[in-house]
């Protein structure tokens, strides 16, 4: 079991899982490769979509914010936007998809769709643990409780561990 896997079976928030890479497992958050390293966030995202569907699910952009219709009525949009109070306690992540799994023994041929969550963010990104990313991170951890995937990703690479779900 990759450690993603494990943190994901186990609810280990976001931030956890990165503070316990970089500071207790010497692992590298940075990308080593200049250009990579330069990345900007919607660069990231796209490649993000690209690297999903080669591997057979679909992410959608999930745009968040408020704007007036018409009449001047405030209409809100994106997931977990409902009011102002939510998007300030949860921020839904950038890309919302569904990754096809074929369950095993007792839905034998049956394919689920698991929802995926990703946070995308640019290459050179590091945590803050401000108020935006908290929320971000309190989204990532329900998706998760529900038996989801939510995290964050400043390199397409980090979905990799996907592929042996």
């Known amino acids: 079991m990759m450690l993603d896997q494990w943190a994901n079976k186990w609810g280990v928030s976001p931030q956890a899982l990165q503070d316990l890479r970089a ?3 010497g692992e590298r958050t940075e990308i080593a490769h200049s250009v990579a390293a330069t990345m900007s966030e919607a660069s990231v995202s796209q490649r993000c979509e690209l690297l999903f569907a080669e591997m057979g699910g679909v992410l959608w952009r999930n745009n968040v914010g ?3 219709d018409l009449r001047g009525v ?3 949009y994106g997931l977990a936007n409902s009011s102002a109070k939510m998007n300030k306690k949860t921020k839904s992540g950038d890309l919302i ?3 096809p799994v ?3 023994p007792d839905h034998i041929g049956k394919t689920f769709g698991l929802l995926v ?3 995308t963010k640019r290459a050179a990104w590091k945590w803050k643990g401000d108020d935006h990313e908290l929320a971000q991170a ?3 951890r329900v998706v998760t409780s529900m038996g989801g995937i939510g995290i964050f990703c400043n ?3 980090q979905l990799n561990f996907l592929r042996s779900i």
Do not use: F, H, K, T
């Open 102 to 104: 074929v369950i095993r």
């Open 97 to 99: 998809g569904c990754l």
């Open 74 to 76: 405030p209409v809100r």
């Open 138 to 140: 309190n989204w990532a």
């Open 117 to 119: 969550s990703v946070e």
């Open 66 to 68: 408020v704007l007036p």
């Open 155 to 157: 390199d397409p690479q």
């Open 23 to 25: 500071n207790y497992l």
